[in-house]
């Protein structure tokens, strides 16, 4: 079993940073792939990007790429999401995620691929 705990998350004004951090224990062997996704208000929870933490490979969407930055650390089994120029749309509870490469070889952009997540934590961006 693998358990998730985000931290980082806290209120800012636009054009601001943040850090979020995204903690891993258990089993965690097999589970190459740490994402993170976020729900806004009254919307669908959103994948914002992956890292494949054996390969060190990342990969982001469009509406966060450029702003939006993965890192691991390694001997700490953590995953830190470096979030920069945040904008009031950002506002969200973020969630960490956890699973295993799919069929293709690769880490899977949708939530149902991932088998296991942290409680998350909120992110809020003010103008």
């Known amino acids: 079993q693998v358990q998730l705990v985000e931290s980082g998350g806290g209120s800012v004004q636009a054009g601001g940073s943040l850090r979020l951090a995204c903690a891993a224990s258990?089993?965690?062997?097999?589970?190459?792939?740490r994402g993170w996704f976020r729900r806004a208000p009254g919307k669908e929870r959103e994948w914002l990007a992956n890292?494949?933490?054996?390969?060190?490979?990342?990969a982001y969407a469009s509406s966060v790429k450029g702003r939006f930055t993965l890192s691991q650390d390694n001997a700490k089994n953590t995953v830190y999401l470096q979030m920069n120029d945040l904008k009031p749309d950002d506002t969200a509870m973020y969630y960490c995620?956890?699973?295993?490469?799919?069929?293709?070889?690769?880490?899977?952009?949708?939530?149902?691929?991932?088998?296991?997540w942290g409680q998350g934590t909120q992110v809020t961006v003010s103008s």
């Open positions: 258990g089993d965690t062997v097999r589970l190459n792939c």
């Open positions: 995620a956890s699973g295993s490469r799919v069929r293709s070889g690769f880490c899977s952009p949708f939530e149902d691929d991932f088998t296991a």
């Open positions: 890292m494949d933490t054996g390969r060190g490979t990342t």
